[in-house]
């Protein structure tokens, strides 16, 4: 498999699965992975709701409008309570990076199981919320379809320039 930036490359958005469920010990070690993200003051502010089976995956599946989802057999919704996660002195809330960076982590460890994911931001959080019974200061950030992909990644990845997003100063 390689390094951890082998690991990087060769991540990519998932999002077509085979119907072969993910297996209890592959999810598990891909949890650890998002666990033990760091968070702001290690306050680790975050929840991940795992949903495998019916008909809740359906329910979660519908507050994402695409047809391509519905093929996950599973899918991970990552939430930060923002009463709970750090607030800098002028009021910055690094509730979304806790998150953000466990997700990270929880899609790298997937791709080192041969498990793909995807991001997606793009879907109804109310409704997600209403369907997890959330509470009002927990926000459903990002949900992560999963599962074992039918094509492979592309190898070329469209990325901006080293120059034009590092400077040396
Ligand atoms: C914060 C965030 C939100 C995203 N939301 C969505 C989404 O709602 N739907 C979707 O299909 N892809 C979503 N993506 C995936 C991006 O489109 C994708 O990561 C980007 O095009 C780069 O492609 P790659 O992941 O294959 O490298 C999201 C990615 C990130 C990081």
Not at 36 to 50: E, G, K, T, W
């Amino acid at each position: 498999m390689g390094s951890l930036l082998d690991i990087v490359k060769r991540r990519c958005s998932v999002r077509d699965f085979s119907s072969k469920p993910v297996e209890k010990g592959t999810l598990e070690y891909i949890l650890e992975a998002a666990r033990m993200a760091p968070s702001a003051v290690n306050i680790q502010p975050i929840s991940l709701y795992v949903i495998q089976s019916e008909p809740l995956l359906s329910e979660i599946k519908s507050c994402y409008g695409r047809e391509w989802i519905h093929n996950a057999p599973v899918v991970i919704v990552a939430c930060g309570d923002h009463r709970a996660g750090w607030h800098r002195a002028d009021g910055k809330d690094h509730t979304d990076i806790d998150v953000a960076i466990a997700v990270d982590h929880l899609t790298l460890a997937a791709t080192e199981m041969g498990i793909g994911t995807c991001w997606v931001c793009n879907f109804d959080a109310e409704r997600c919320s209403y369907i997890l019974g959330l509470s009002e200061c927990v926000e459903p950030v990002v949900l992560i379809p999963m599962g074992y992909p039918t094509v492979p990644c592309q190898t070329v990845k469209k990325r901006k320039s080293m120059d034009e997003i590092v400077r040396y100063l």
